[in-house]
């Protein structure tokens, strides 16, 4: 809210009111179905809070563009909110069909996560069109003037002329080196799958003082085999993940790992803590558990395959007809499977020496699918306005057209990964440790997504495109 008030001045606040208009409109939705608003649900919808901003911003460079073409006040802000909509459709459009596809395949939390995402898409456009629009119009038509930026940020990007293209075989370079390290990582050392994939027992243990997770995770490893041990929110929880004859089913067994666990962890506790206390987790105690069959978790890591490859010839094929040049749609593919290998590879070089759990669960699915999306968002708007500068400058050189392009979107681009950056970071920081490991997945995404977008999926259009024409 405040940077878009520094960046945008009065219209900012106009942003603003719109934004917050869009969160009362999700949650009256949201109550109105009845839903249950799991942690994934939350950050889909602060996620949400997040790209809403970004066609705000597309309307409001539009319209600083306009400007600075010396036409009208009001010839300006129409021209602005018209030029802008194509983009902002197909931005949204793409983030949306994947979010249906995460619906469609996703179970439990990671279907509330989809619900809520697909609502705030919604929502989104419609604040972004009709209500700023409406109170952008007002203004002008009580004050006859308003601003779109500050004295601070009047010319920020407006006269760049970033050589980007002349820098690809760098980012080429750069890219191989940081895939070929996460392709590496992931074939030695694998990622840190969690039971949603493997099958097992998660329990939520509380304790009556501060434990060491450490210390507790070798006096199981003697005692399960396996176990993974992980501080869970407050210094006193812990999460207990262990393998532990997980292909055995029946009530033997689950009585069996709770009797170890007893046997384990009770000295742990101040005062002496009776079994039947112990297992009913009132206070202190085993306070959750789930299990997993290998059957079940064989079916869900199918579905997250089948989710994250669907979502991928869908858009593949939107952006074909769209864009009507098979280009556009290599570029932006080859753009999300860079995005997707990075993140994955980072996951798997940490996971060892992170603080916060950085299993591969099902959460973990639902940010990879929202790196695509916010990736193809990003993308397809660089796109849109490359196509744009190709119709009107059709006497240009491929590769000037392509970087005046760059250039004219290079604000949007910063304004809404900052935006976007700082929402997550603040549920990162305050969204406690559950989903800690789930926003981390998508800062990454984030900042890969803003750097593919300009130097991979561009680069590769571009010189499949140049390849074409000669």
Same mark, same amino acid.
């Given at each position: 809210?405040?940077?878009?008030?520094?960046?945008?001045?009065?219209?900012?606040?106009?942003?603003?009111?719109?934004?917050?208009?869009?969160?009362?409109?999700?949650?009256?939705?949201?109550?109105?179905?009845?839903?249950?608003? /799991?942690?994934?649900?939350?950050?889909?919808?602060?996620?949400?809070?997040?790209?809403?901003?970004?066609?705000?911003?597309?309307?409001?460079?539009?319209?600083?563009?306009?400007?600075?073409?010396?036409?009208?006040?009001?010839?300006?802000?129409?021209?602005?909110?018209?030029?802008?909509?194509?983009?902002?459709?197909?931005?949204?459009?793409?983030?949306?069909?994947?979010?249906?596809?995460?619906?469609?395949?996703?179970?439990?939390? #990671?279907?509330?996560?989809?619900?809520?995402?697909?609502?705030? #898409?919604?929502?989104?456009?419609? /604040?972004?069109?009709?209500?700023?629009?409406?109170?952008?119009?007002?203004?002008?038509?009580?004050?006859?003037?308003?601003?779109?930026?500050?004295?601070?940020?009047?010319?920020?990007?407006?006269?760049?002329?970033?050589?980007?293209?002349?820098?690809?075989?760098?980012?080429?370079?750069?890219?191989?080196?940081?895939?070929? !390290?996460?392709?590496?990582?992931?074939?030695?050392?694998?990622?840190?799958?969690? !039971?949603?994939?493997?099958?097992?027992?998660?329990?939520?243990?509380?304790?009556?003082?501060? !434990?060491?997770?450490?210390?507790?995770?070798?006096?199981?490893?003697?005692?399960?085999?396996?176990?993974?041990?992980?501080?869970?929110?407050?210094?006193?929880?812990?999460?207990?993940?262990?393998?532990?004859?997980?292909?055995?089913?029946?009530? %033997?067994?689950?009585?069996?790992?709770?009797?170890?666990?007893?046997?384990?962890?009770?000295?742990?506790?101040?005062?002496?803590?009776?079994?039947?206390?112990?297992?009913?987790?009132? %206070?202190?105690?085993?306070?959750?558990?789930?299990?997993?069959?290998?059957?079940?978790?064989?079916?869900?890591?199918?579905?997250?395959?089948?989710?994250?490859?669907?979502?991928?010839?869908?858009?593949?094929?939107?952006?074909?007809?769209?864009?009507?040049?098979?280009?556009?749609?290599?570029?932006?593919?080859?753009?999300?499977?860079?995005?997707?290998? !990075?993140?994955?590879?980072?996951?798997?070089?940490?996971?060892?020496?992170?603080?916060?759990?950085?299993?591969?669960?099902?959460?973990?699915?639902?940010?990879?699918?929202?790196?695509?999306?916010?990736?193809?968002?990003?993308?397809?708007?660089?796109?849109?306005?490359?196509?744009?500068?190709?119709?009107?400058?059709?006497?240009?050189?491929?590769?000037? /057209?392509?970087?005046?392009?760059?250039?004219?979107?290079?604000?949007?681009?910063?304004?809404?990964?900052?935006?976007?950056?700082?929402?997550?970071?603040?549920?990162?920081?305050?969204?406690?440790?559950?989903?800690?490991?789930?926003?981390?997945?998508?800062?990454?995404?984030?900042?890969?997504?803003?750097?593919?977008?300009?130097?991979?999926?561009?680069?590769?259009?571009?010189?499949?495109?140049?390849?074409?024409?000669?």
């Amino acid at each position: 809210l405040v940077w878009m008030i520094f960046y945008y001045g009065i219209s900012g606040i106009f942003a603003d009111i719109a934004l917050i208009f869009n969160i009362v409109l999700i949650f009256g939705i949201l109550a109105g179905l009845g839903a249950v608003l /799991t942690l994934p649900g939350i950050a889909g919808i602060v996620l949400t809070i997040g790209i809403s901003v970004d066609a705000n911003v597309l309307i409001f460079e539009r319209i600083r563009e306009e400007i600075r073409k010396e036409k009208g006040l009001k010839q300006s802000i129409s021209d602005g909110f018209n030029n802008a909509l194509s983009s902002i459709l197909d931005a949204n459009i793409t983030t949306g069909l994947t979010a249906l596809v995460l619906y469609i395949f996703g179970t439990g939390p #990671i279907k509330g996560f989809a619900t809520t995402l697909l609502i705030g #898409i919604a929502t989104s456009l419609f /604040t972004a069109i009709f209500i700023t629009r409406l109170l952008v119009d007002n203004r002008v038509f009580k004050t006859g003037k308003i601003s779109f930026s500050t004295k601070r940020t009047k010319d920020l990007f407006s006269n760049l002329s970033i050589n980007f293209l002349i820098k690809r075989r760098i980012s080429y370079i750069l890219s191989s080196i940081i895939l070929f !390290v996460s392709l590496t990582s992931l074939l030695t050392q694998g990622l840190n799958q969690g !039971v949603d994939f493997l099958g097992g027992r998660s329990y939520i243990v509380r304790f009556d003082k501060q !434990v060491s997770s450490s210390d507790i995770e070798s006096s199981l490893n003697s005692s399960l085999g396996s176990a993974e041990v992980k501080t869970f929110g407050a210094a006193n929880q812990l999460k207990i993940t262990t393998k532990y004859k997980v292909d055995e089913e029946g009530l %033997d067994v689950d009585q069996e790992i709770k009797e170890i666990l007893y046997e384990s962890l009770s000295s742990e506790y101040l005062e002496e803590i009776a079994y039947e206390k112990f297992t009913l987790g009132e %206070d202190v105690g085993i306070m959750s558990s789930i299990k997993v069959g290998p059957t079940i978790a064989d079916d869900i890591k199918q579905n997250s395959v089948i989710a994250i490859f669907g979502s991928l010839f869908i858009v593949f094929f939107y952006i074909l007809l769209r864009f009507q040049k098979w280009q556009f749609s290599i570029g932006a593919v080859s753009a999300v499977f860079h995005d997707v290998l !990075v993140v994955l590879g980072i996951f798997s070089l940490t996971y060892k020496i992170m603080p916060f759990n950085m299993e591969i669960n099902q959460a973990f699915i639902a940010a990879l699918l929202t790196v695509i999306g916010y990736s193809l968002n990003d993308t397809v708007v660089v796109f849109d306005r490359i196509r744009e500068y190709f119709r009107i400058h059709s006497s240009w050189e491929d590769q000037k /057209t392509v970087n005046a392009a760059l250039n004219s979107t290079l604000s949007r681009t910063l304004n809404t990964s900052l935006t976007t950056l700082i929402v997550l970071s603040a549920i990162f920081i305050f969204g406690g440790e559950s989903i800690r490991g789930f926003m981390f997945a998508l800062i990454i995404g984030v900042i890969v997504g803003t750097y593919s977008s300009v130097f991979i999926a561009t680069p590769i259009m571009f010189d499949s495109y140049s390849k074409r024409v000669k």
